[in-house]
């Protein structure tokens, strides 16, 4: 059964992010709060994790289009091919923020996304991620939950994600109502930034 464990975005509560931090690390797996709707997300150097997810989710890990939660954008470079300036003015502007950027992926992505020619970036503007993230000391690799109510796409209340995902997860952290917006989706591998996905913030572009 997951354990529900209530962390403030004001003052996420050390501890507590070192707790999350362990079940991480253990490879389990948790689902979060964001700048947006509730993520599922784990350690992505965990393959057994990851497997978990994919299974989740219906996909196979090798095609899956997981989101890389990073602290900031100095992850970059270990996940992404060499970018241009304009590219790397456009992620500044923007974030940390509600966007998701897809870039081509580099040689440095994990063994088991090896296959995958590009990369979707997440920096979530929500201090409990990012404590996650940095007291992990690598990114998250997460995934939106989504609902099968036809009105609610996205549940936001951390109690009814726990009974529904009580099974499924080691963890779920409830940071509050969670939105029912996802993030805005950003194709930055051409020339041209294009947007895959209307969704929370006004683009910078």
């Not at 270990?78 to 003015?89: G, H, L, P, R, V």
């Not at 897809?102 to 990369?119: A, D, Y």
């Not at 940095?134 to 209340?157: C, F, H, M």
């Given at each position: 059964m997951?354990?529900?464990?209530?962390?403030?975005?004001?003052n996420p509560?050390a501890?507590?992010i070192?707790?999350?931090v362990s079940?991480?690390?253990k490879?389990?797996?948790?689902?979060?709060?964001t700048?947006?709707?509730?993520?599922?997300?784990?350690d992505?150097?965990?393959?057994?994790?990851?497997?978990?997810i994919?299974?989740i989710?219906g996909?196979k890990?090798?095609k899956a289009?997981?989101?890389?939660?990073c602290?900031?954008l100095?992850?970059?470079s270990e996940?992404?091919?060499?970018i241009d300036?304009?590219?790397?003015?456009?992620?500044?502007r923007?974030l940390p923020?509600?966007y998701?950027f897809?870039?081509?992926?580099?040689?440095?992505?994990?063994?088991?996304?090896?296959?995958k020619?590009?990369?979707?970036?997440?920096?979530?503007?929500?201090s409990?991620?990012?404590?996650i993230?940095?007291?992990?000391?690598n990114?998250?690799?997460?995934?939106?939950?989504?609902?099968?109510?036809?009105?609610i796409?996205y549940t936001?209340?951390?109690?009814?994600?726990?009974?529904?995902w009580?099974?499924?997860?080691?963890?779920?952290?409830?940071?509050g109502?969670?939105?029912?917006?996802?993030s805005?989706?950003?194709d930055?591998?051409?020339d041209t930034?294009?947007?895959?996905?209307?969704?929370?913030?006004?683009?910078?572009?």
């Amino acid at each position: 059964m997951a354990e529900l464990i209530k962390i403030y975005e004001e003052n996420p509560n050390a501890k507590d992010i070192a707790k999350v931090v362990s079940v991480l690390k253990k490879g389990g797996l948790i689902i979060y709060p964001t700048d947006t709707v509730y993520g599922l997300g784990c350690d992505i150097t965990n393959n057994s994790a990851l497997e978990k997810i994919a299974k989740i989710k219906g996909v196979k890990l090798d095609k899956a289009n997981f989101s890389f939660i990073c602290e900031d954008l100095s992850n970059l470079s270990e996940y992404a091919k060499q970018i241009d300036n304009s590219t790397f003015k456009i992620l500044k502007r923007n974030l940390p923020g509600p966007y998701t950027f897809i870039l081509p992926g580099s040689n440095n992505l994990p063994s088991v996304f090896k296959k995958k020619k590009t990369v979707g970036i997440r920096v979530p503007d929500n201090s409990i991620c990012q404590a996650i993230v940095n007291k992990l000391g690598n990114p998250i690799v997460s995934t939106s939950i989504k609902d099968e109510d036809e009105v609610i796409e996205y549940t936001t209340d951390p109690e009814l994600i726990l009974e529904k995902w009580d099974k499924l997860v080691d963890l779920v952290i409830d940071g509050g109502y969670g939105d029912n917006v996802a993030s805005t989706v950003v194709d930055l591998t051409t020339d041209t930034p294009e947007i895959i996905r209307e969704g929370k913030g006004d683009i910078d572009l």
